[in-house]
């Protein structure tokens, strides 16, 4: 993994970067001072050039884009998601999602553009209906028994994964007009704090509390996942963030798959990949490559970003240290 080219937006405070970008080309970055910094490639070097600051009154915990790129969905510890548009050139809030009890943990726009998930420390999944400006609860589940860490959705299907305190993952599908939980999935000793899909959906990985990072596949296409792949003390400390990288479609004629980043506790980040073997029934999971000290402290996220930087593979981390860092990976 090559050395880091740093943006030149340090926060000062705990930050979270967002890689699926606006128009292909914006990165967005949350903190714990309260704003979400978005961020582009101008002149060769990558500037901050607006600050989303009138919304949220506590640490901004995640962001994600819609589909189109033209919204940002935001979350924080004050217990509200917003939603912020595109308007000539300048980010409005235009809608604030209340429901929850307490902290919101996580927030994911669904493929289709026609959902929001948001989770949080009351144990309870919210899916949002997006239609126009209007933005209406569809369900809350309650399906955890802990704390939800995180939420994902699937990237062809209206299918969501949320990752929790109780060492769990759960899988929801929608039954009508009501969402159910289709599978739960348990393999980690501790908390799951993030998941992520491949590009086909056809396999999840998870990080967690445990140091692990689990492989999961669908092999009949009905949600039932299950463990085809383990690979264990991947960091020294807990692993907070996975993201899975998805420009090449996954795996090519050689069955290698995209590379998966991890970011955890002991200031690393490590890149592994998941290849089909000879045996198909065996896949593997194997450490690519590690950055020991990518961040001066926990590193929080990693997102892979959906453009490209002369044939490299841009991937974006955020940490305690108050810094973003763009790293380009072949």
């Not at 990165?27 to 714990?32: E, Q, R």
């Amino acid at each position: 993994m090559p050395d880091p080219s740093e943006s030149d937006g340090r926060t000062g405070s705990r930050t979270r970067a967002h890689g699926q970008a606006h128009h292909g080309r914006t990165l967005a970055v949350c903190a714990a001072d309260k704003t979400v910094r978005l961020f582009a490639k101008m002149g060769g070097h990558w500037r901050c050039f607006a600050v989303l600051e009138e919304g949220h009154q506590r640490t901004i915990r995640w962001c994600s884009w819609s589909p189109c790129g033209l919204q940002l969905a935001s979350c924080s510890f004050d217990g509200l998601a917003m939603i912020w548009r595109c308007e000539t050139d300048e980010f409005e809030c235009v809608a604030s999602l209340e429901g929850h009890e307490n902290e919101v943990k996580a927030v994911a726009w669904s493929a289709s553009g026609s959902f929001i998930a948001t989770c949080g420390r009351d144990k309870s999944v919210f899916v949002w209906e997006a239609e126009d400006d209007q933005f209406d609860v569809a369900a809350v589940i309650h399906s955890h028994t802990q704390d939800v860490k995180a939420v994902v959705w699937h990237p062809i299907s209206d299918v969501l994964a949320s990752a929790s305190y109780d060492d769990t993952i759960k899988l929801y599908s929608q039954d009508g007009d009501d969402w159910r939980c289709a599978t739960t999935l348990s393999g980690h000793a501790s908390t799951v704090w993030c998941v992520a899909f491949s590009a086909d959906g056809k396999r999840l990985v998870s990080c967690s509390d445990d140091r692990s990072v689990i492989l999961w596949e669908d092999k009949a296409g009905d949600l039932n996942f299950q463990q085809a792949a383990k690979l264990e003390q991947v960091h020294d400390r807990p692993i907070y963030t996975i993201d899975w990288q998805k420009t090449s479609g996954g795996g090519d004629a050689t069955g290698e798959e995209d590379f998966i980043a991890t970011g955890g506790g002991d200031d690393a980040v490590c890149l592994l990949r998941a290849s089909i073997s000879a045996d198909p029934s065996k896949p593997k999971l194997e450490l690519h490559s590690r950055c020991a000290k990518a961040h001066d402290g926990d590193v929080n996220t990693v997102a892979w970003s959906s453009c490209t930087d002369d044939e490299f593979r841009l991937l974006a981390t955020g940490g305690d240290d108050g810094q973003v860092k763009l790293w380009k990976c072949r």
